[in-house]
Nanobody, 128 residues
Framework: QVQLVESGGGLVQAGGSLRLSCAFS????????MGWFRQAPGNEREFVARISRSGALTDYADSVKGRFTISRVNAKNMVYLQMNSLKPEDTAVYYC?????????????????????WGQGTQVTVSS
């Protein structure tokens, strides 16, 4: 089936940048909308960003809008999350996710039930 492998996490000072990568395999990449969620210790997993199958549409959580950018390169089966102006509250494990169903609107985009497959996560730590 589908496998997702995240990379690019690490330790960065507040105000710095990181780029996360997610490698997709097992199915036709262009058939899946892709997203990023994150989870801090003791918190629920929360929506960060999603991108449509073609890459034409994106959605972001209010907390990251203007700072994070999601992108994809279908020819490489890759999705990315560019994170700028990082804050300590961005510290979390970041998970890549894939969904085969059409997502209409932000409510569906931010729901975990809209996605079918999940990676193992990559740790992002932002020091104050």
């Amino acid at each position: 089936q589908v496998q997702l492998v995240e990379s690019g996490g690490g330790l960065v000072q507040a105000g710095g940048s990181l780029r996360l990568s997610c490698a997709f395999s097992g199915r036709t990449f262009s058939s899946y909308a892709m997203g990023w969620f994150r989870q801090a210790p003791g918190n629920e997993r929360e929506f960060v960003a999603r991108i449509s199958r073609s890459g034409a549409l994106t959605d972001y959580a209010d907390s990251v809008k203007g700072r994070f950018t999601i992108s994809r390169v279908n020819a490489k089966n890759m999705v990315y999350l560019q994170m700028n102006s990082l804050k300590p509250e961005d510290t979390a494990v970041y998970y890549c996710t894939a969904g085969s169903r059409i997502i209409s609107g932000i409510t569906a985009a931010q729901a975990m039930g809209s996605y079918d497959y999940w990676g193992q996560g990559t740790q992002v730590t932002v020091s104050s």
